[in-house]
């Protein structure tokens, strides 16, 4: 067995993204599953619209937070079978040069999956325990009959057996493809080579320093990380911003329950991405510091570089929350009176700008004290 | 001048504590070519780290023309290495996203040193400047090491078992570039090994056996890097 249970203990955040998304898709899936039921049952034209408006909300959200963190999650576990192979590769190498055949190595990459069926089991358990409250809140006003939570098998093999069979068997298959290079690549050092930079590039303009080389070439060397810090800055953004709309549009709870579930995203996500960025530069840092760089200089070369994706990640989120409830109260609630009149929340965006600088600046500070304790032993010894 | 005194320094805690280096007092003068000799796990590196002041011992003093290094805060023990030493190490330790030109520059950038290309000449580079480490040999790979150390123009040159990963050839060949270069630049060397024939390549010998020096002498004549047996 190549990898244990412990590997896959690091892909937590896989875990608490599917325990979102199926918290959420399950909640809004059965209560549309229960509210198909007494369609028959409705009898006033408000009524009615109420009922299509539930049944529309249903759909957005469980496509929109289904399909976004779904991808999110996909993206991630590709991204950690990478990582894993990177960083093992000189393992995995000797396995091959042994005659282990790719598929049977691939093969242990099934553990993988069990972050997702955690995520997805918990997910699935807490919707149901949340449900009572959610049906109740979804009708508050009784304008609608009595909905009843039914149980829906289908949903249990939707959201927790598929994901995690397709899951695992996706980490088989990118494990056995990524695995398909010569044994000698895998047991070689560095596989970056000369011939992805074109050398008239390096000649032209004025050059650059190299703490402000290091930044870019930490940035291109790791693109999944970028897209990781982009995506937390994003979750955080939209998901403040609207919790705050969603409390006058919908209900408090509801704005609180997104408000964790940004909240909680967004900080796995960034949690996730900045310890994989120090851990993968651990030589790199220990050297600047033997050379006598200060800490200040080693943190703007290896994490400086993600401030401003973080802030496009913001901009994309603040944008995609207003598009997102300009289209819901546009064309879900046209029709229907009570619901006030929404405009971009200009305040909010401010104070959730002002709380995502703040947290990310003390999440910096944190880890540029964690750079500082990096030494040369450390990498001696290894 | 470089004065160690009374060094003293441990690992471990309780039962398995562990004295490395036992009282160890040495005198460095500036240019020399030193060379400190002992068998593995006698305390060599550790000795290095503390008087380049990458760790700081459990006592004693590191003197650099008379200011204490160790007694410095972490923040002025950093632009104290910036400023005054250069290292190598038997794992060349290179960036390995890099190109050579820019692991250079990584050195030459602390002293602000625009002409760090004439440096990777120097180690007969010139023509791969651009290759990244896992293009280099591992010959090529320390003279890298050499070029980057070199080129923050530091007064005290470290070497941690410079040819320790290299063969015979190769190896002669590094050790050369470094002899070649120190007198060319005047920096002291300060290079740590086991292996008894590179200290006929010094001027002054230390040995060590388990954390303590043994025998200090010097040599008549210093052989070059070819002139040596392997
Ligand atoms: N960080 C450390 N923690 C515990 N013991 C160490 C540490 N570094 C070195 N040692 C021990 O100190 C002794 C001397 O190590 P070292 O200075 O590396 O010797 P040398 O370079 O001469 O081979 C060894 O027994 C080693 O195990
Ligand atoms: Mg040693």
Known sequence: MVIGIKNASKLIGISVIACCAVLVCTMFLNFYFDIRLIEGKITSELSMFFYNAQVSTAKVVCLVSGGCLLLTAIVMLLFYIKHYIDTHKKELGILKALGYSNLKIAKDFWVFGISTFIGTVIGYAGAFLLMPWFYTLQNKDKMLPEITINYHPSILLYFVILPTVCFSVLSVYYACYKLKKPVLLLLKDNLQTASKTPKHRIEKGRELSFVEDLRRSTLKTKKTLVFFIIFASFCFSAMTQMSFSMKDLSSEMMGVMMLVIGLVLAFTTLFLAITTVINGNTKTIAMMRVFGYSQKECCRAILGGYRPMSYVGFAIGTVYQYGLLRLTVDIIFKDFEGIPAYEFDFPVMIISLVAFIAIYEILMYVYSEKIKKISIKEIMIE | ?230
């Open chain 2, 1 to 230: 001048m470089i004065e160690a005194r009374d060094i003293i320094k441990s690992y471990g805690n309780g039962e398995s504590r562990f004295q490395v280096l036992k009282d160890i007092s040495l005198d460095i003068e500036d240019h020399d070519f030193v060379v400190i000799l002992g068998a593995s796990g006698s305390g060599k590196s550790t000795f290095l780290n503390v008087i380049s002041g990458l760790e700081r011992p459990d006592s004693g003093k590191v003197l650099y023309d008379g200011k204490d290094i160790t007694a410095l805060s972490d923040h002025e023990l950093t632009s104290f290495r910036k400023k005054s030493v250069g290292f190598i190490f038997q794992q060349y330790y290179l960036l390995p996203n890099m190109s050579v030109d820019k692991n250079v520059k990584m050195g030459a950038d602390l002293a602000d040193n625009k002409d760090y290309k004439t440096i990777i000449g120097a180690v007969g580079l010139g023509e791969k400047r651009h290759k990244y480490p896992s293009e280099l040999s591992g010959g090529e790979q320390q003279r890298v090491s050499v070029a980057r150390a070199l080129a923050k123009r530091p007064r005290v040159l470290f070497l941690d078992e410079p040819t320790g990963a290299l063969d015979e050839q190769t190896g002669r060949q590094v050790l050369d570039y470094i002899c070649k270069l120190q007198k060319e630049y005047g920096f002291t060397i300060v290079m740590v090994t086991h292996n008894l024939n590179i200290a006929e390549m010094a001027h002054t010998v230390i040995k060590m056996n388990s954390g303590k020096i043994s025998e200090i002498y010097t040599n008549e004549t210093q052989k070059t890097a070819y002139e040596i047996g392997w």
